[in-house]
């Protein structure tokens, strides 16, 4: 799958929870609440990350691993487009510039 596609599904699920919310009675989440979830994930992940190296135990490390990864990259794709970046193209600009750094 493409980076283009990956963007247009996190973009898809994005607007289906927009509806889920909204006929939930929940207010809609702007580009805050979208980071607050993200900070939330990013501690999970710090967790979990605990857990793989044996300070912490949790079953199925690897599976939970693997999801909140995927949490938070669908976090960044949604607030990047709500804050109006072209994650693709700045990503490969940043790894252009990462790279440089190791010649």
């Not at 190296?53 to 999801?67: I, S, T």
Request: aromatic content about 10%; charged content about 35%.
């Amino acid at each position: 799958m493409e980076f283009k596609e990956i963007i247009k599904r996190a973009k898809e699920i994005q607007k289906a929870y927009k509806l889920f919310n909204e006929k939930s009675g929940h207010k809609p989440w702007s580009v805050a609440e979208y980071t607050q979830g993200f900070m939330g994930d990013v501690g999970d992940l710090a967790k979990l990350v605990m857990v793989k190296n044996n300070f912490r135990y949790k079953e199925d490390v690897d599976k939970k691993l693997a999801h909140e990864l995927s949490d938070c990259l669908w976090s960044i794709i949604v607030i990047s487009g709500e804050l109006g970046v072209d994650l693709e193209k700045e990503f490969l600009l940043t790894m252009d510039e990462l790279e440089k750094r190791t010649k």
